[in-house]
């Protein structure tokens, strides 16, 4: 009777999923070029505080690491990955970008980048992480198992043991590069130099003003 009556109970979270998907899919670029304009527009109004540029290194290094970590373990839809960041929590990358744009919102000491980047996890991320655990949950039949031990976002602080797994997985280079994480890094980067370098050199050419 259980076995019967999953599915019907599965598809009204699957029906809500698949809505919030679409719009997120319509509203990703959009919304990315409204939060982006805005960290600009806050950006050009007030120079960044050292301090507050020192602060939001707190985060923004660890979310680039863990980012980084990360990327050297998964293999993309060939197989459940529960090795390395993946046995403290399931989704290390979304975390790793939430902790960057915490720090850069810390950056500029902005309470609204803030909130549009919360908007934009809560409208972007969540419907594609249900849809991922979607996806993993058919594919893998060990998934259920491994979300009773490892959770969505706030990880754990020893790592989880798989039944099976030897623990034996290892981060691998060519991973990291085949899903091109140094970008993160690349755009962090530039995103310093444009607050403590283009900013101040383009307000003083334009303005005259410090």
Avoid at 143 to 165: H, K, N, Q
Wanted: proline residues 7%; hydrophobic residues 50%; glycine residues 8%.
């Amino acid at each position: 009777m259980t076995t019967a009556n999953q599915p019907q109970r599965d598809q009204p979270q699957q029906d809500w999923i698949s809505r919030w998907q679409r719009v997120a899919r319509r509203i990703r670029v959009p919304l990315g070029f409204a939060v982006a304009a805005l960290y600009v527009f806050e950006l050009w109004q007030k120079a960044p505080e050292p301090a507050a540029v020192a602060w939001s290194l707190a985060l923004v290094i660890p979310g680039l690491w863990l980012r980084g970590y990360a990327a050297g373990y998964v293999k993309k839809n060939q197989e459940l990955t529960t090795t390395g960041p993946y046995a403290h929590v399931r989704n290390p990358l979304y975390l790793g970008s939430i902790l960057m744009a915490a720090g850069f919102a810390v950056a500029l000491e902005s309470w609204v980048v803030g909130v549009a980047l919360g908007v934009m996890f809560v409208a972007i991320y969540v419907p594609v992480i249900a849809s991922e655990e979607r996806f993993l949950r058919a594919t893998f039949a060990g998934f259920d198992d491994y979300c009773s031990r490892v959770p969505r976002l706030i990880p754990r602080l020893t790592a989880a043991r798989t039944p099976g797994d030897d623990g034996q997985g290892r981060f691998f280079l060519p991973l990291y590069l085949k899903h091109r994480e140094y970008n993160s890094l690349l755009g962090a980067a530039l995103l310093y130099l444009a607050m403590l370098i283009l900013r101040p050199a383009l307000h003083v050419l334009i303005s005259g003003r410090p």
